[in-house]
């Protein structure tokens, strides 16, 4: 294929290390055949885009692939003509574009966005010419430019062939496989040495939850979370340490990524220890299995009348579908917890569900950010940070390529803000505000990090706290109380 | 006619202190003070502008212990207690810190000579109570015996917590607590088994959750360390009356015959309160104590775990006492499959299998163990706490040589009886032969361990007593001298 063969020769200049190669073949043995209509020799063709469309959307290969060749041929044949095509594409008019830098200022931005109107309009030869430029660009190697334009043009090649299901699925099964508790673990453990993403909503809920909790001896949380356990060491040691008299604590974890479920016994164990060594009577028990967050009953998750019972969710509710959200929080109130604890990313990727390049946007906006807040957190070769990103490249395959009427068996990520968190969460609970010595204890953790990392506390109307990165709010973490029966509905 | 009251000093005949609301009595018999606890008289002057009459009469009536028999109980208002400039000037009203400072500022009144002089009354000794009624130091018997001590204390106990750390939030309500903090807050490195060092504590606690070193070190820490917590806590269990009541619930934690889990619970809070040492002075507690407990295993590999083990049909219990019998090392091959190793002992089969294992030295043995004594009530953490209050500030080296020796005379006769008693009521199978023995040298081993233990946390616990770190606590349980009487 003649776009692998460009490929290759991108490799060879730089020096890709074995698993970026796998990568991008792997990227590109998606691409079906037809795809081979980028040419081979970018700066001679830049300016010599042909006018003629190329319908991406014709689902007959071979009708493809006739056209294609057909193309090539035309392109080969016509000489260098200057077209301003590739110029409304790139910042100041600039004809040959040519490699990456020389392209201005948030050149991946544009072009993501242009291709997304692109592909929306249904307009072929954009679609094809821009996605050839990403391509061309992009690299998941590269600083942050070079890297949204790489993962954001995978989930856009996805979106414009229809293969976004194919791909999220290729693209979990080859991140399981290099999937291991010590992965995994350093993993976590290294991004919340260096950022405190998770660390924020971790200490928030922990001090949110040892106060709703205070004086119960039999507690019982239940845990649906992303950050496999690790907000709950400290847990531990604030239950061996504060109290008079440690209670007893059961953890119950509910698992809804398949990624998850090979660690989560060696998690077990680990906590297991650990709850021994802090002197904390511990029970620990793991709920894998249920798609829908909704089906989980009381018995199931063996709540029993005497216990405190709490609930946290990190990053968990937006993996509810959107539908069912509303009867999950409903199921959350049922348990009859003393305090729930929410945890999420601020970012709207559902009521933008139905406008993809309004969705295309915010997703761009929240992940670069995201990236920035990577690149700036890790160090330039960090093997954790590409880890990182690279579950960043399926969520946003997921959100942008996957059609959300098929049942995408508990992967759905759409994000929502807080909110709109809190528009939903009103109908089953009220909101309990943070002490003020939880908010130091944020703050504190805070200083402990590079300088760009603040606390936010909202306004009136708002409810949780906002951990801000360079003053734009990135996570929200929320605790509640289940309203009284009589208080369904709130004005 | 309420001062008159107070004037009278009330003889010796008493009663115990039926201070309600504070500790179980076993506890109440400590004093906070050194010296010999006993009945004295006490002197008390109540100001009635500040205790009702009911609390008045009830001081009178009740039988005060203090340790000085002639001490002047002071019992302070809140107010006055919080109040900065105590010392008022007589002549002016103006008010100041100390009563130096008053007397410099007396000075400038030109006071005839006469009224210079301080009335003469005689220099008795004050002690002081705090004014919070539910708090244990309200009783004359547990005054302290410094005006700055009772002040702290009450700002401590009952006070807000006005004073921050910036870098870690801790809170404190007394200001020099907050600057000693301060000075040490963050410069504490915590280094963790696997090797890697943390500044911050939550990092550190995390990354231990998680570690490798986590999974070995437990199989072999718990061995022993169970007899270290649980030590501990005997220690003042036993000295501080009836041992046999006392003995006999602790040591249920040993006795995980029925998965009770208040035994269970025990057991791990005992743990806890090694384990919680361990962790503020890690690095070289934790290194030396688990060559100790090498050491300690290898040396005695069947007297402590051996005998008082109630032998079931479970094979891996059989396996693990031959392990013991042998000399095996606990933590030889693979930690994980080895059920009993993987865990502490005592407490892993709980969990998972249930076997009878008592891991007791005879000496700390129960004598029933079928009775699972539910009278227990208080946490390790608690207990420690009030241990603390009572008991010495500090730690007596000396003391654990003589307890020690005092230890091995009594040990052999308790030994062979608890043997004994532990044949009548555990109709399975034990080796009584290793009984004797056994205990001998595991009691020398002790007091070599407990004092390597203080020493070590000493560092880490000095200062934490107010902010009731039970780290800090741990370290002043080591046994008050009063106490080597108690113990049988």
Same mark, same amino acid.
């Given at each position: ?16 290390p ?8 792997s ?5 079906p ?29 071979n ?47 544009r ?59 290729t ?11 010590d ?8 991004f ?27 507690l ?21 340490t504060r109290n ?12 809804t ?8 016994k ?22 894998s ?16 009348e005497?216990?405190a019972?709490?609930v946290?969710c ?28 929410f ?11 139905h ?7 915010e997703?761009l ?8 807040m ?11 940070k590409?880890?990182l ?5 399926r969520?946003?395959?997921m959100?942008l390529?996957c ?16 909110t709109q ?23 504190a ?8 990392w ?11 706290l906002y951990?801000?990165w ?22 | ?39 004295y008289p ?28 002639? @001490?002047? %109980?002071? =019992?302070? +208002?809140?107010?006055?207690?919080? $109040?900065?400039?105590? /010392? ?5 009203g ?13 000075r400038?009144h030109?006071l ?12 008795r ?17 547990r ?31 007394v200001q ?6 301060s ?19 939550d ?10 070193a986590?999974?070995?070190?437990? @199989?072999? %820490?718990? =061995?022993? +360390?169970?007899?270290?917590?649980? $030590?501990a806590?005997? /220690? ?26 208040e ?39 069947g007297s ?8 079931t ?12 019998v042998f ?13 009993l ?16 294992l008592?891991?007791?030295p ?64 555990t ?10 023995i056994?205990t001998?040298n ?23 007593g ?10 002043q349980?080591?046994?008050h001298?009063?106490s080597?009487?108690?113990?049988k």
């Open positions: 294929m003649k776009l692998s063969s460009a490929k290759l020769s991108k490799e060879s200049k730089g020096a890709s074995s698993h970026g190669g796998h990568h991008k073949k990227l590109h043995s998606k691409r055949s037809h795809c081979s209509v980028l040419p081979l020799r970018p700066v001679d063709q830049l300016e010599q885009w042909p006018s003629a469309t190329v319908d991406m959307y014709n689902s007959d290969n009708h493809h692939h006739h056209h294609c060749h057909q193309q090539q041929q035309q392109q080969a044949q016509t000489s260098h003509t200057s077209t301003s095509r590739s110029s409304d594409y790139l910042a100041g008019g600039r004809g040959d574009s040519g490699e990456a830098s020389g392209a201005g200022d948030k050149w991946a931005l072009l993501l966005k242009e291709c997304a109107r692109a592909i929306f309009d249904k307009d072929s030869s954009k679609v094809h010419h821009l996605l050839w430029m990403l391509n061309e660009l992009a690299s998941p190697y590269g600083d942050c430019d070079q890297k949204l334009a790489s993962y954001f043009l995978q989930a856009l090649f996805c979106k414009a062939t229809e293969s976004g299901r194919r791909c999220f699925k693209l979990t099964s080859v991140a399981e496989k290099s999937h291991s508790f992965s995994a673990r350093k993993l976590i453990l290294k919340q040495e260096v950022s405190p993403w998770t660390t924020f909503g971790h200490v928030a809920a922990n001090g949110a939850i040892l106060e709703a909790l205070d004086g119960e001896s039999k019982h949380i239940i845990d649906i979370s992303n950050t496999l356990c690790t907000q709950w060491p400290t847990l531990l040691e604030a239950l061996a008079d008299d440690t209670p007893h604590l059961k953890l119950t974890v509910v698992i990524e398949n990624i998850v479920r090979s660690v989560m060696e998690i077990s164990q680990r906590m297991e220890k650990f709850a021994r060594l802090m002197g904390v009577p511990f029970e620990f028990n793991v709920i299995g249920p798609n829908h967050l909704g089906e989980l009953t009381k018995e199931a998750l063996g709540v029993l005497d216990e019972v709490t946290n990190i990053g968990a509710l937006r993996r509810v579908s959107v539908e069912e959200r509303a009867s999950v929080i409903q199921m959350f109130r049922s348990l009859g917890p003393n305090v729930v604890t945890v999420e990313e601020e970012a709207d990727f559902s009521t933008t569900r406008d993809f390049v309004k969705c295309f946007e997703c906006k929240f992940y670069t950010s995201y990236f920035e990577l690149q700036e957190s890790f160090t330039a070769t960090s093997n954790e590409l880890m990103e690279r579950e960043c490249s969520s946003i395959v959100v390529a059609d959300d009427d098929q049942d995408n068996e508990g992967e759905c990520e759409r994000r929502e803000r807080g968190w809190s528009e939903r969460l009103n109908q089953a609970f009220s909101p309990v505000g943070f002490s003020d010595d939880v908010v130091d204890d944020v703050k953790l805070l200083k402990r990090y590079k300088a760009g603040a606390l936010a506390q909202p306004h009136q109307k708002e409810t949780g951990l801000t360079k003053e734009e709010p990135v996570v929200w973490v929320s605790a509640w109380k289940p309203l009284k029966h009589s208080q369904n509905y709130r004005n | 006619m309420l001062e008159t009251m107070a004037e009278e000093s009330i003889s010796n005949g008493f009663i115990k202190n039926p201070v309600t609301g504070s500790n179980p009595a076993v506890v109440a018999k400590k004093r906070n003070l050194p010296g010999t606890p006993g009945k006490v002197y008390m002057i109540i100001s009635a502008k500040f205790f009702s009459f009911e609390d008045h009469l009830h001081g009178v009536l009740m039988l005060c212990l203090t340790p000085d028999p002639e @001490a002047e %109980v002071i =019992a302070l +208002s809140p107010k006055t207690l919080t $109040a900065t400039n105590r /010392f008022l000037c007589e002549i002016c103006k008010g100041f810190q100390r009563e130096q400072n008053l007397q410099l500022h007396r400038g030109n005839p000579w006469k009224l210079k002089q301080r009335t003469t009354k005689e220099v000794k004050r002690v002081y109570v705090c004014p919070e009624k539910t708090c244990v130091h309200h009783h004359p018997s005054a302290l015996g410094d005006l700055t001590g009772i002040k702290k204390h009450f700002y401590r106990k009952h006070g807000e917590k006005k004073w921050k750390c910036e870098k870690c939030s801790k809170r404190y309500a020099s607590d907050w600057k000693a903090h000075k040490t807050c963050g410069t504490r490195e915590y280094k963790c088994d696997c090797g890697t060092l943390f500044s911050r504590r990092s550190f606690i995390t990354h231990r959750a998680f570690c490798d986590l999974a070995e070190e437990t @199989a072999r %820490v718990n =061995a022993a +360390s169970g007899m270290h917590s649980l $030590a806590e005997n /220690f003042n269990y036993q000295l501080m009356g009836n041992p046999l009541d006392t003995v006999m619930p602790f040591s249920t934690v040993f006795n995980p015959i029925s998965s009770n889990d035994a269970v619970d025990q057991t791990r809070r005992g743990f806890s309160l090694w384990m919680g040492q361990a962790s503020q002075g890690y690095d070289s507690f934790g290194k030396s104590t688990l060559q100790e407990i090498h050491q300690f295993g290898s040396l005695n590999p402590i775990y051996g005998d008082p083990m109630v032998s049909s479970n094979p891996p219990v059989s396996d693990y006492q031959l392990n013991w000399g095996n090392k606990v933590s030889s091959g693979n930690v994980e499959d080895h059920r190793s993987s865990t502490s002992l005592p407490f892993s089969n709980v969990k998972e299998n249930g076997p009878q008592v891991s007791v005879s000496l700390f043995s129960t004598q029933q163990q079928s009775h699972q004594t539910p009278a227990f009530s208080m946490s390790a953490t608690a207990l420690l706490q009030k241990a603390a209050q009572i008991g010495a500030t500090s730690t007596d080296t000396a003391f654990l040589g003589s307890f020690g020796t005092k230890c091995s005379n009594s040990q052999v006769q308790d030994g062979n009886k608890h043997s004994d008693l532990y044949v009548s009521n109709p399975s199978d034990l080796e009584n032969s290793a009984n004797g056994s001998l595991q009691l020398q081993m002790y007091p070599a361990k407990r004092r390597r233990m203080q020493n070590e946390d000493s560092g880490g616990g000095g200062g934490g107010e902010t009731r770190d039970f780290l800090g606590v741990g370290v349980v080591i046994c001298p009063s080597i009487s108690g113990w």
